[in-house]
């Protein structure tokens, strides 16, 4: 079994999800943390998100650029 959070729960916390979300950017998981972004943003159904907190699109927006860096990278 994997360990980390693969399928996150519904109901399960959105700053949590994306805290996962961008530990799995870290670790070069795409797919992971394109899932914890969608998941974060779905488990919060109000769309309201603090001035500074993260947010879905943020990740989306920094997975993007980390995935065509990874293309890039391997291109050469």
Do not use: I, V
């Amino acid at each position: 079994a994997q360990s980390g959070p693969a399928a996150p729960a519904g109901g399960a916390e959105p700053k949590q999800l994306l805290k996962d979300g961008r530990k799995a950017l870290e670790e070069g998981r795409f797919d992971a943390a394109r899932d914890l972004a969608q998941a974060a943003e779905a488990n919060n159904p109000g769309g309201k998100w603090g001035l500074f907190d993260d947010t879905p699109a943020s990740l989306r927006k920094d997975l993007e650029a980390a995935q065509a860096k990874a293309n890039k990278g391997q291109a050469e």
